[in-house]
């Protein structure tokens, strides 16, 4: 004889959440949901005024009169006198400093700089760096200078020669010197070493020199600040020594 069952067991919808507790759930997320959706309209709503607020301001023109001066014009819209007055202001103090930029003459340093500058790219040089050296010495010249130097150097092959025999020029410059006879005339005493190979052996020509510069004035500019140029140059070899590299010599000599 079966016993009645004291306890059923409890059908299988009863083992999930109880009803309040699904309703809890699904409130919260309809507080979320509402809450993103206010917060994404306040953010559309102001975008939207700031580009209609952008769209109704008349546009900016900028006139700019035959002296360089700045004027703000158009669309009928209240003008910042303040900024008006400062962009007027540095506009007329622009044009004033280029145009005293322009007109100032060069100095004498600036044309001892030009001349060292020139000298050190013109004579010093290594295999590698000679035909980048070469043409800054060369944009630094006169177009009558550039001309004939380019073709001398062609002709020459100096580049070449530099590159086989694997030559290294450094000049020490001593002193650079205005000379009297013209404005722009300079004098500099130099000591140039010139390293070359030949015959599996290295050669050292150690030469003091006389360089003969002159310059020319142009207009200042981005690429030629200084506003100057060499118009001639020369040299002149006053003592010169040749070492093999052979001879050591000793410290009890000297």
């Given at each position: 004889?079966?016993?009645?069952?004291?306890?059923?067991?409890?059908?299988?919808?009863?083992?999930f959440?109880?009803?309040?507790?699904?309703?809890?759930?699904?409130?919260?997320?309809?507080?979320?949901?509402m809450?993103?959706?206010?917060?994404?309209?306040?953010?559309?709503?102001?975008?939207?005024?700031?580009?209609?607020?952008?769209?109704?301001?008349?546009?900016?023109?900028?006139?700019?009169?035959?002296d360089?001066?700045?004027?703000?014009?158009?669309?009928?819209?209240?003008?910042?006198?303040?900024s008006?007055?400062?962009?007027?202001l540095?506009?007329?103090?622009?044009?004033?400093?280029?145009?005293?930029?322009?007109?100032?003459?060069p100095?004498?340093?600036?044309?001892?700089?030009?001349?060292?500058?020139?000298?050190?790219?013109?004579?010093?040089y290594?295999?590698?760096?000679?035909?980048?050296?070469?043409?800054?010495?060369?944009?630094?010249?006169t177009?009558?200078?550039?001309?004939?130097?380019?073709?001398?150097?062609?002709?020459?092959?100096?580049?070449g020669?530099i590159?086989?025999?694997?030559?290294?020029?450094d000049?020490?410059?001593?002193?650079?010197?205005?000379?009297?006879?013209?404005?722009?005339?300079?004098?500099v005493?130099?000591?140039?070493?010139?390293?070359?190979?030949?015959?599996?052996a290295?050669?050292?020509?150690?030469?003091?020199?006389?360089?003969?510069?002159?310059?020319v004035?142009?207009?200042?500019s981005?690429?030629n600040?200084?506003?100057?140029?060499?118009?001639?140059?020369?040299?002149?070899?006053?003592?010169?020594?040749r070492?093999?590299?052979?001879e050591?010599?000793?410290?009890?000599?000297?």
């Amino acid at each position: 004889m079966k016993k009645p069952q004291s306890r059923r067991e409890a059908p299988e919808i009863a083992r999930f959440t109880r009803y309040y507790e699904h309703d809890g759930m699904l409130r919260a997320y309809a507080n979320r949901a509402m809450f993103l959706a206010i917060l994404f309209a306040v953010i559309a709503l102001s975008s939207l005024g700031f580009a209609i607020y952008v769209r109704i301001q008349p546009p900016t023109v900028i006139r700019v009169d035959k002296d360089g001066n700045a004027m703000v014009v158009g669309g009928g819209a209240k003008q910042d006198r303040t900024s008006q007055m400062a962009m007027v202001l540095s506009a007329q103090a622009a044009g004033s400093d280029a145009t005293a930029s322009e007109g100032v003459a060069p100095t004498d340093l600036e044309g001892k700089a030009v001349v060292r500058r020139f000298l050190e790219h013109y004579l010093s040089y290594t295999p590698d760096s000679a035909p980048r050296n070469l043409a800054e010495s060369l944009n630094m010249m006169t177009n009558n200078l550039r001309t004939f130097t380019l073709n001398k150097l062609r002709d020459d092959d100096t580049v070449g020669k530099i590159q086989e025999d694997h030559i290294i020029s450094d000049l020490r410059i001593r002193s650079i010197e205005r000379s009297k006879n013209a404005p722009w005339d300079y004098v500099v005493f130099g000591v140039k070493e010139v390293h070359k190979v030949k015959s599996g052996a290295e050669v050292t020509d150690r030469i003091v020199g006389q360089y003969n510069i002159r310059l020319v004035e142009e207009r200042r500019s981005e690429f030629n600040p200084s506003g100057l140029l060499v118009a001639e140059y020369s040299e002149q070899q006053m003592v010169g020594e040749r070492n093999n590299g052979l001879e050591q010599k000793s410290d009890l000599d000297k």
